[in-house]
């Protein structure tokens, strides 16, 4: 399924949608807005304050595009106008829960649970059956003070809530949730590296395929089926819910982002710029109101720009893609990086700008780059990499030599189980060893030592543990590649090009690097095919290539 309908819609009239909402009010207001640019979701609950039952629809809403700060703030305004709406509690102890993008739930987070499922409780004699199953799960959830390992805690508010789905069946939300229970167990690893559902990953999307039978339009069954089915072999599952979410809640970011997740995979470049670029416009509606940019919605709207950056480096569109790093890096301002220095440090963010101009071949301006913050080891490592590869291409081996060994002295100061995205920056730096010193030896006349080291880093990338955008952002395979043309090694170099393809689809360097080779073979019918495939994902591209990296001029 393609989404045409999304895809043909202007990016003007999409904004229309992100205007500010109509009650403003910042975080140091007591009293939080509501929203008028969220969607129409609602749940019945248990209250006498119809103004309650507005922000209890509106803190779910917000729970379940896990911006758990506004979830939090909706609910407590819903105690406040109706102490006895148990799911006001509910909500605010869930809301200080964790969720797969933040298992950890601290011990100012959980005592704020239990103190709010202990205040539902003079409200569970009028709370309906299935609220009460909701809170009885809930306080699973929770200890005081929390232990280390929240394993036994997760399974056992997994279980209850498995109950719960047997003893509800028909109720889409408690589908939803016990979904969410189980996802829980297993953060961004519900498939294994060769793709075969981990256990429980099957009972999960069983259970969200019937959610969305219930409820088509249920934000959070359309949430996390994208995250269900995105590192399977099969994302296009997901294709349906991705179109739903595009305009289910047009001014939450996370959501409007969240269809560009399954556009990426499934070679809908034009559709995950157009996604990210309204996330964009929906954060800056958002935050118009707010004084600062909490810690981990600070990582979220990294996210919007960083998967943009991604989705127009692989269709050419060297301006977007460098506006929208460096808008990134203005946004996240150095006093979120100094608060935040982890997340900055192992989101990447902050060498992005120097890896989306070394994608376009930008040595100059990646050289120029100022030195990181301390504080971020991770980043400051990569910046000796992108020195190292700038240099090999602009041919100054000297300093490339200089930048290489800095890389590889900075690289074991890593901490072994420092995190880089979904997986360890040990990881993603044995990638960054290998492309450097393969690009350092080819480029130097050693070319076949360093295609041997290029290879390398392709085993390298494979391995890395999935995400989106790729903790590895330009694929080795276009640099291999484009060493194997200059090389004249045609044949390897279609192979690597399909490859490829196959891991990003329809990705324009990768569409013209396989075109290439095949013309280099003689195989001009097999060509124009892909020159016209390339010819459709690079429409919008202001760049013209004659190879699929930019660290060599092609063939």
Not at 367 to 391: F, K
Not at 446 to 464: F, M, P, Y
């Given at each position: 399924?393609?989404r045409?309908t999304?895809?043909a819609?202007?990016l003007?009239?999409?904004?229309?949608?992100?205007?500010p909402?109509s009650?403003k009010?910042?975080d140091d207001?007591p009293?939080?807005?509501?929203y008028?640019?969220i969607?129409?979701?609602?749940?019945r609950v248990?209250?006498?304050?119809?103004?309650?039952?507005?922000?209890?629809d509106?803190?779910l809403?917000?729970?379940y595009s896990y911006?758990?700060?506004e979830s939090m703030?909706?609910?407590?305004q819903?105690a406040?106008?109706?102490?006895?709406?148990?799911m006001?509690?509910?909500g605010?102890a869930?809301?200080n829960?964790?969720?797969i993008?933040?298992p950890?739930?601290?011990a100012?987070?959980?005592k704020?649970?239990?103190d709010a499922?202990?205040?539902?409780q003079?409200?569970?004699?009028s709370a309906?059956?299935?609220?009460?199953?909701?809170?009885r799960?809930?306080?699973?959830?929770?200890?005081d003070?929390?232990?280390?390992?929240?394993?036994?805690?997760d399974?056992?508010?997994?279980?209850?809530?498995r109950?719960?789905?047997k003893?509800?069946?028909?109720?889409?939300?408690?589908g939803?949730?016990?979904?969410?229970s189980?996802m829980d167990?297993?953060p961004?690893?519900?498939?294994t590296s060769?793709k075969?559902?981990?256990?429980?990953?099957e009972?999960?999307?069983?259970?969200l395929?019937?959610?969305?039978k219930?409820?088509?339009?249920h934000p959070l069954?359309n949430h996390?089926?994208i995250?269900?089915w995105?590192?399977?072999?099969?994302?296009?599952k997901?294709?349906?819910?991705?179109d739903?979410?595009?305009?289910l809640?047009p001014g939450?970011?996370?959501?409007?982002?969240?269809?560009?997740?399954?556009?990426?995979?499934?070679?809908?470049?034009?559709?995950a710029?157009?996604a990210?670029?309204l996330?964009?416009?929906?954060?800056?509606?958002?935050?118009h109101?707010?004084?600062?940019i909490?810690?981990i919605?600070?990582?979220y709207?990294g996210?919007?720009?960083?998967?943009?950056?991604?989705?127009t480096?692989m269709?050419?569109q060297?301006k977007?893609?460098?506006?929208?790093?460096?808008?990134?890096?203005?946004?996240?301002?150095?006093?979120?990086?100094?608060?935040?220095?982890?997340?900055?440090?192992s989101?990447?963010?902050?060498?992005?700008?120097?890896e989306?101009?070394m994608?376009?071949?930008?040595w100059?301006?990646?050289?120029?780059a100022?030195?990181?913050?301390?504080n971020?080891?991770i980043?400051?490592?990569?910046?000796?990499?992108?020195r190292g590869?700038s240099?090999a291409?602009?041919?100054?081996?000297?300093?490339?030599h200089a930048?290489q060994?800095?890389?590889?002295?900075a690289?074991k100061?890593?901490?072994p189980?420092?995190?880089?995205?979904?997986?360890?920056?040990?990881?993603?730096?044995?990638v960054a060893?290998?492309?450097?010193?393969?690009?350092l030896?080819?480029?130097?006349?050693?070319r076949e030592?360093g295609?041997a080291?290029?290879?390398?880093?392709?085993?390298?990338e494979?391995?890395?543990?999935y995400?989106?955008?790729p903790d590895?952002?330009?694929p080795v395979?276009?640099?291999?590649?484009?060493a194997?043309m200059?090389?004249?090694?045609?044949?390897?170099?279609?192979?690597?090009?399909?490859n490829?393809?196959?891991?990003?689809?329809?990705?324009g360097?990768?569409?013209?690097?396989?075109?290439?080779s095949?013309?280099k073979q003689?195989?001009?019918?097999?060509?124009?095919?892909?020159?016209a495939r390339?010819?459709k994902?690079?429409?919008?591209?202001?760049?013209?290539?004659?190879?699929?990296?930019?660290c060599?001029?092609?063939t």
């Amino acid at each position: 399924m393609v989404r045409t309908t999304f895809a043909a819609k202007t990016l003007f009239s999409m904004m229309i949608a992100c205007l500010p909402p109509s009650v403003k009010a910042g975080d140091d207001v007591p009293v939080p807005p509501l929203y008028s640019n969220i969607g129409s979701f609602h749940r019945r609950v248990t209250t006498k304050s119809p103004l309650a039952q507005r922000f209890v629809d509106q803190g779910l809403t917000f729970l379940y595009s896990y911006n758990y700060g506004e979830s939090m703030r909706s609910f407590r305004q819903a105690a406040a106008l109706d102490a006895g709406c148990a799911m006001a509690w509910w909500g605010i102890a869930a809301a200080n829960g964790p969720h797969i993008n933040d298992p950890t739930v601290t011990a100012e987070h959980a005592k704020a649970a239990l103190d709010a499922l202990n205040k539902a409780q003079p409200a569970m004699a009028s709370a309906t059956p299935v609220e009460q199953a909701l809170l009885r799960a809930a306080a699973k959830r929770f200890a005081d003070p929390p232990p280390a390992d929240r394993k036994l805690l997760d399974l056992a508010y997994a279980d209850a809530m498995r109950q719960a789905w047997k003893d509800f069946p028909n109720d889409a939300d408690v589908g939803a949730l016990f979904a969410e229970s189980l996802m829980d167990l297993r953060p961004w690893n519900l498939w294994t590296s060769d793709k075969k559902p981990q256990p429980g990953t099957e009972e999960i999307t069983a259970t969200l395929e019937i959610v969305l039978k219930l409820a088509p339009m249920h934000p959070l069954g359309n949430h996390l089926t994208i995250h269900a089915w995105e590192a399977s072999p099969t994302p296009d599952k997901a294709d349906i819910a991705a179109d739903r979410l595009h305009d289910l809640t047009p001014g939450i970011a996370h959501m409007v982002h969240m269809p560009s997740h399954i556009d990426v995979l499934r070679g809908r470049w034009r559709e995950a710029v157009l996604a990210n670029e309204l996330a964009v416009a929906a954060d800056r509606a958002y935050l118009h109101s707010k004084k600062t940019i909490s810690g981990i919605y600070g990582g979220y709207l990294g996210h919007n720009y960083h998967m943009l950056a991604f989705a127009t480096m692989m269709s050419g569109q060297s301006k977007r893609a460098i506006h929208a790093i460096d808008e990134m890096i203005t946004r996240l301002s150095p006093e979120w990086v100094k608060q935040n220095p982890a997340l900055a440090d192992s989101s990447g963010f902050l060498v992005m700008p120097m890896e989306v101009r070394m994608r376009f071949g930008l040595w100059d301006e990646v050289l120029a780059a100022s030195d990181l913050p301390e504080n971020c080891p991770i980043a400051r490592t990569l910046r000796h990499y992108a020195r190292g590869v700038s240099y090999a291409a602009k041919k100054q081996f000297n300093e490339a030599h200089a930048e290489q060994t800095l890389f590889q002295e900075a690289r074991k100061k890593i901490a072994p189980d420092a995190a880089f995205g979904l997986g360890l920056a040990t990881d993603v730096l044995a990638v960054a060893d290998h492309v450097l010193a393969g690009e350092l030896l080819f480029q130097s006349g050693r070319r076949e030592e360093g295609l041997a080291e290029l290879r390398k880093g392709v085993v390298s990338e494979d391995a890395l543990h999935y995400d989106e955008p790729p903790d590895w952002i330009q694929p080795v395979r276009h640099a291999l590649g484009a060493a194997l043309m200059t090389a004249g090694h045609f044949a390897e170099a279609e192979q690597v090009y399909r490859n490829d393809l196959a891991k990003r689809p329809e990705n324009g360097w990768g569409l013209f690097g396989l075109m290439r080779s095949l013309e280099k073979q003689g195989r001009p019918d097999e060509a124009a095919s892909f020159r016209a495939r390339f010819a459709k994902v690079w429409k919008d591209a202001d760049i013209r290539l004659s190879t699929s990296c930019l660290c060599l001029p092609g063939t």
